[in-house]
């Protein structure tokens, strides 16, 4: 059992905000990515190299990647985030608004399937 694991709250994702879940899904991304690249480099590097990969353009392109590879539920959290009154917040820009799809397809996965995630984000990201 992992740190994550004592501190994930057991909710249903139904009852949690696009918001929330996006706000989820950006930090453990987010973490996700430094882990990914962390392979004794200098804190430079791994900011540069998380950098390039947590934005809303590459997050764009990553939902992209994946979506052929959802089920119908997963598919309705992207539909979600990309719907959102928060993902309008740049206008109607498409790139934000499928990151922010992304984003609440990460927050979801992280708290009702972890296993089904890491499959996902390996399988993006290699």
Same mark, same amino acid.
């Given at each position: 059992?992992?740190?994550?694991?004592?501190?994930?709250?057991?909710?249903?994702?139904?009852?949690?905000?696009?918001?929330?879940?996006?706000?989820?899904?950006?930090?453990?991304?987010?973490? *996700?990515?430094?882990?990914?690249?962390?392979?004794?480099?200098?804190?430079?590097?791994?900011?540069?190299?998380?950098?390039?990969?947590?934005?809303?353009? *590459?997050?764009?392109?990553?939902?992209?990647?994946?979506?052929?590879?959802?089920?119908? !539920?997963?598919?309705?959290?992207?539909?979600?985030?990309?719907?959102?009154?928060?993902?309008?917040? *740049?206008?109607?820009?498409?790139?934000?608004?499928?990151?922010?799809?992304?984003?609440?397809?990460?927050?979801?996965?992280?708290?009702?399937?972890?296993?089904?995630?890491?499959?996902?984000?390996? !399988?993006?990201?290699?």
């Amino acid at each position: 059992m992992d740190i994550f694991s004592r501190i994930k709250p057991n909710v249903n994702t139904n009852e949690l905000s696009t918001d929330t879940l996006a706000y989820i899904g950006d930090a453990v991304f987010n973490l *996700y990515v430094k882990l990914h690249y962390f392979k004794k480099t200098s804190v430079k590097k791994l900011h540069k190299n998380t950098q390039s990969v947590v934005n809303r353009n *590459y997050q764009s392109i990553l939902l992209d990647k994946i979506l052929p590879h959802l089920s119908d !539920e997963e598919f309705s959290y992207v539909k979600r985030g990309i719907n959102s009154k928060g993902a309008g917040k *740049y206008g109607n820009d498409p790139a934000y608004r499928k990151s922010t799809g992304f984003e609440v397809l990460i927050g979801f996965l992280y708290l009702k399937d972890e296993e089904r995630l890491y499959k996902l984000l390996s !399988e993006v990201l290699e």
